[in-house]
């Protein structure tokens, strides 16, 4: 099977994260086809290896993918369209492992080089604080010496045949916040027998708001209160995301908004309860390892593009907090469209060049 079979049977049966047991299924038999070993990890994930013929085993670059799909029920009309109601790949974690699976493929085929290949099939990324963590917790590289973990992004904003790069901070880490208030609603005629929580409410995400910046994103999406035109509700609650650049910032940030909500708690006399689900860290390049891949996607015949700093967030910034790793974008053109929506669909001719730059800078760090 080669990479664009290997894509589009993908795209035809994507699975929601933790669900991806078809998925599984499915790479796992074609890992067998091809001899290559194999074994599950993260409940739905498949972690796979292949050794080079000389120089040190324990010395590794692992390899990594998403396979999780996106609750988008899917508009392309292609041949091979999702077939699973609701579900689809939206985000290009089909054409991920698909580049994945063609250069383990040419790996084994092809085994001199040094060290081992440890090719990661993850699951869940779209889950917050799901699969990456998941996988680390399980120490799957503990008896290696991991001198780089690679990762790919398709990107529309990047023409076919252009990769890009950001060395050093490149994603935003991500928290998602809820906020409840309790007070004392009654009749709207009544306000002076209230601890109206709607405005206290109200003040919280405007204080909320004026934290962000270049360098902070807050943004509150999700606001209830379960009263009427002329009865205010007892509590109301609200959701929202945070985004930050620095590990630093992010803690501080956390302390702010405790700080926040005491001073809500003084003023309207109520009570705040504040809670943080904890996503993905800050994502950071390792620099040496930005630097030569550019100089080697230049040699390679491909278009470098320097990036900035993304306000969006990927967990494969779990691997950039304890390996040296690298993150980059791989150019599927304007005409696919945007990530996250019904018609995103990636131009193919972009797995060709996914699979040759990945091997080679696969080789190239391993043989150096």
């Not at 091979?80 to 580049?99: F, I, L, N, R, Y």
């Not at 529309?156 to 409840?180: H, N, Q, R, W, Y």
């Not at 379960?226 to 995301?241: F, I």
Request: hydrophobic letters at 40%.
């Amino acid at each position: 099977m080669d990479t664009k079979e290997f894509r589009r049977q993908l795209h035809r049966h994507p699975e929601l994260s933790f669900e991806e047991h078809q998925t599984a299924r499915f790479i796992s038999e074609r890992l067998s086809e091809l001899g290559i070993e194999f074994y599950p990890i993260a409940q739905t994930g498949i972690l796979a290896r292949v050794e080079g013929r000389r120089g040190n085993l324990k010395r590794c670059v692992v390899l990594r993918a998403e396979i999780d799909a996106l609750p988008i029920s899917e508009l392309t009309n292609v041949d091979w369209s999702s077939e699973q109601d609701g579900v689809m790949h939206a985000c290009g974690h089909d054409c991920h492992a698909a580049v994945l699976y063609g250069v383990l493929k040419r790996l084994h085929l092809n085994r001199d080089f040094e060290g081992t290949v440890l090719a990661l099939f993850q699951p869940a990324e779209e889950f917050c604080a799901g699969g990456a963590s998941k996988v680390l917790s399980e120490q799957p590289f503990k008896d290696y010496d991991v001198v780089a973990v690679i990762g790919q992004h398709v990107d529309s904003a990047l023409d076919v045949g252009e990769i890009g790069f950001c060395p050093g901070k490149f994603m935003a880490s991500t928290d998602e916040l809820k906020f409840v208030i309790k007070g004392v609603g009654g009749g709207a005629a009544m306000r002076n027998q209230m601890k109206d929580p709607v405005v206290a409410m109200a003040d919280l995400i405007m204080r909320l708001n004026m934290l962000n910046s270049d360098v902070c994103l807050m943004s509150v999406g999700k606001v209830e209160a379960n009263g009427t035109a002329n009865y205010v509700p007892d509590k109301c609650s609200c959701e929202g995301t945070m985004r930050a650049f620095n590990e630093g910032l992010r803690a501080r940030i956390k302390d702010m908004i405790n700080h926040i909500t005491q001073e809500i708690e003084y003023k309207y006399d109520v009570e705040v309860e504040f809670c943080v689900r904890e996503g993905n860290p800050c994502l950071e390049n390792d620099t040496q390892l930005s630097y030569e891949a550019m100089l080697l996607a230049d040699s390679c015949g491909y278009k470098v593009r320097d990036l900035e700093m993304s306000p969006v967030t990927d967990d494969f910034s779990f691997y950039s907090q304890q390996y040296p790793a690298l993150f980059y974008s791989l150019g599927v053109g304007a005409k696919s469209g945007r990530r996250h929506t019904a018609m995103f669909l990636p131009d193919e001719r972009a797995l060709e060049v996914g699979e040759e730059f990945m091997w080679q800078l696969a080789l190239s760090i391993l043989n150096k």
